[in-house]
């Protein structure tokens, strides 16, 4: 089976690629920046998926499924970049699948999209609304992004789609979201609130992925691993320092002191938990996570 | 554990609590074991010997299985669900934990949101109930609300107004509904007045002002009575007037417990003994 990954060349995508191709699949990938030294079996073009070239990827290489992973955080890109990127890159990539003879579509999201509100209920399922256009509004674009490929569901009935929102991925890769928020030695939270975050293993997010090429998903499906814990465990676990500001102090701190650069909206992220119900997932595909909390973090931090 | 602060009896029946805690003593809905063993510690100090809490029929709560709490609510502030709680926790076999829907205001204020949910106190939403009674858990809900702990003192044992929501869900989840009265609460906070500037300042729906002005119940007796369950068969998409008669079977359960509880209540307070007024309700 020849699968086509979007972004091949960010640090997850690497994972998913390799994986795929010791199951013994055919992989090609398109991103704008290089992977120079990918093992046999993947051949990537270096192009934007919004452009000329990628179209002429998808037409020559004619793949069976395509995994869109190239989508960007707040955290490396501006706020017009990010929405060229994931809205327009996602509905390009959604065209020319439907194109040029894509059978299943897979499109990356994350549960953060749900947002994080004092009066949303702690386990989100797929019917939920992305409260985050309101609670973090540099979230927008994936929002748009995610409800963009959503469509794909009933304007190309023929195209298998699957809408994944996975967990905040972390472990050996560093990388993500999350990763990023306690790169450094001290943690920003905010005094008075210790949210649940719900995270999972670099490799068990690639196995989820796979596991939904396997089983031809279609629909919508949140994606998680273990259960969820406090963000202080998670300091803890990780060994980083928590450190709790007060809220009105919080905007004047950030970015300042060795703590992280954040936009406003992510306070509510840091009060608030996020926690997606991922049983309907796990029922259709049978995915059970590998690592639990205590390997996720002993593995982000280096531990094994 | 805070094994200085939590007593013996608390630690021992956290062990024996039906949760599925992990390595960290957490559970999947966010509960905290180490929490739960202050939780209980501190309001071990007010059932046993603040409000000195008797209970009677708690039999009537299933020891397995899922099941919803139904009690009127009263007193200014809900030391009545706390009382619950720990009489669910020191007085029933085994020891459980009834998971109570909190008002949502309270979400937003520092420690206190982070507290209720550590001890499993989850918002007051659908989701939440419909969740928490499908992993056959204990749910305590006070239909009726804030208006129930706001009422004045010349209103007490008089239900307000039910919600009906808490009728669909256990139809929904088929959950047997156990009716509960909670005596003295009343009396331990007598509002005479709500002083309203002061609840706009903290996002509350009322601030209640008792004679003594300080909102902090008085150390008297109260108790709990767990009527027998109460089974309701249906889906809970049937009209509003059939789950409204169903909740009026329920209003008239605890009506009944709260009359005979009150009657008990004035022999203990009279220093009678109890159990001469014939047939429980």
């Not at chain 2, 417990?257 to 004035?266: M, N, P, S, V």
Request: charged fraction near 20%; hydrophobic fraction near 40%.
């Amino acid at each position: 089976m020849k699968v086509l990954i979007t972004g091949i060349s960010g640090a997850h995508a690497r994972v998913v690629a390799e994986r795929l191709v010791a199951e013994g699949n055919d992989v090609v990938g398109i991103d704008r920046r290089p992977w120079p030294h990918p093992r046999e079996g993947i051949r990537v073009y270096q192009a934007d998926v919004r452009k000329r070239p990628a179209a002429d990827v998808f037409r020559k290489e004619r793949p069976e499924v395509v995994i869109h992973m190239a989508t960007i955080t707040h955290f490396s890109a501006s706020r017009e970049e990010r929405l060229r990127i994931n809205l327009q890159g996602t509905r390009i990539v959604f065209e020319h699948c439907h194109n040029h003879g894509v059978k299943h579509a897979i499109f990356v999201g994350r549960h953060t999209i749900y947002g994080a509100a004092p009066d949303a209920p702690l386990y989100r399922t797929e019917d939920e609304p992305p409260l985050a256009v309101s609670t973090f509004p540099e979230l927008a674009d994936l929002v748009a992004a995610d409800l963009h490929a959503c469509t794909a569901l009933w304007r190309w009935p023929k195209l298998t789609t699957s809408v994944l929102r996975l967990v905040y991925t972390l472990g050996p890769l560093h990388r993500g979201t999350l990763a990023s928020f306690l790169a450094r030695p001290r943690v920003p939270m905010i005094l008075g609130f210790d949210p649940l975050y719900q995270f999972m293993h670099d490799e068990d997010a690639a196995d989820a992925l796979l596991a939904a090429v396997e089983h031809r998903l279609s629909g919508v499906f949140n994606v998680a691993g273990p259960p969820p814990v406090p963000l202080s465990v998670l300091c803890r676990g990780s060994h980083r320092t928590a450190l709790p500001i007060p809220e009105p102090l919080f905007p004047h701190v950030i970015g300042r002191f060795g703590l992280p650069h954040l936009p406003p909206g992510a306070v509510s992220h840091i009060k608030h938990p996020i926690v997606v119900d991922a049983s309907a997932f796990r029922e259709a595909t049978g995915f059970e996570h590998r690592h639990d909390a205590h390997a996720v973090m002993t593995a982000f931090r280096g531990g094994g | 554990m805070s094994p200085k602060v939590i007593s013996r009896d608390v630690a021992e029946r956290l062990e024996r609590l039906d949760l599925p805690f992990n390595q960290y003593g957490m559970d999947p809905f966010g509960i905290s074991k180490r929490h739960l063993g202050l939780f209980f510690s501190f309001l071990e100090v007010f059932y046993k010997h603040y409000f000195r809490v008797q209970c009677f029929n708690i039999d009537n709560v299933p020891r397995h299985g899922r099941a919803m709490l139904v009690s009127n609510h009263s007193g200014g502030i809900p030391a009545d669900g706390g009382m619950i709680l720990a009489s669910l926790f020191f007085d029933h076999e085994p020891p459980r934990l009834a998971h109570g829907m909190v008002e949502k205001f309270a979400q937003s204020w520092p420690f206190v949101s982070q507290w209720f949910s550590r001890v499993g106190q989850l918002p007051g939403l659908p989701e939440h109930a419909v969740r928490l009674l499908r992993n056959d858990r204990i749910l305590m809900v006070f239909p009726e609300g804030a208006r129930g702990t706001g009422k004045l003192y010349k209103d007490r044992y008089q239900l307000v107004r039910f919600g009906t929501g808490f009728m669909r869900i256990a139809l929904q989840t088929r959950s047997p509904i156990i009716p509960i009265a909670f005596i003295g609460g009343e009396e331990a906070l007598p509002t005479i007045y709500h002083a309203k500037t002061l609840a706009k300042i903290f996002g509350a729906p009322y601030w209640p002002v008792p004679p003594y002005l300080v909102p902090m119940p008085m150390p008297l007796p109260c108790e709990i009575h767990f009527g027998e369950p109460l089974v309701f068969e249906g889906t809970g998409n049937e009209a509003d007037h059939i789950i409204e008669g169903y909740v009026e079977q329920v209003k008239d359960s605890i009506t009944r417990q709260i009359k005979y509880g009150c009657a008990l209540h004035g022999q203990r307070r009279a220093g009678l003994p109890y159990d001469v007024l014939g047939e429980r309700p």
